[in-house]
Each structure stands twice: as structure tokens, then as C-alpha cells.
């Protein structure tokens, strides 16, 4: 529950930053597709982003080179 309640407030903090990054207001029809758009692009950035550093722990060699006796 605790991880859950960490992604949620991170995604809101993500698109509270957009919103005052790019002066966003959210009182017409347009400015919500365009946070909407910004906000889209962010979390692909963030899962693309993710995917890298994923692909480098994965390519990591984690084992040690010799045996300590």
C-alpha cells in the first residue's frame, strides 16, 4: 500500500511541476490537452528513461571476478 501511495504522489508532484513549469491553466478545454500532452510526454520520457537504467542493471555483472577463500 505504501508503494502505491508513493507512485500516486509522485505522478501528482510530476504534473503539479508541469503545471507551474509551464503556467498552465486549467480553465479552458485546450490548456487541459495541453497538459495532458505534456503530461503524456513526461511519463513516456520517465518509462523510457526507466527501461535504460533497467537494461543496464540487467547487463551488470554482479558476481565477482574470483573466488574469496
Known amino acids: 500500500m505504501k ?3 508513493f507512485i500516486i ?3 501528482l508532484i510530476g504534473a503539479f511541476f508541469i503545471i507551474s ?3 498552465i491553466k486549467l480553465d479552458s478545454q485546450k ?3 495541453v497538459f495532458f ?3 503524456g510526454r513526461w511519463i513516456d ?3 523510457n528513461n526507466g527501461r535504460t537504467v533497467l537494461g543496464y542493471v540487467v547487463k ?3 558476481l565477482p571476478d574470483e ?3
Open 3 to 5: 508503494t502505491f501511495m
Open 9 to 11: 504522489m509522485f505522478l
Open 21 to 23: 513549469n509551464e503556467e
Open 31 to 33: 490548456n487541459v490537452g
Open 37 to 39: 500532452q505534456l503530461y
Open 45 to 47: 520520457s520517465l518509462v
Open 60 to 62: 551488470m555483472e554482479w
Open 67 to 69: 573466488e574469496v577463500l
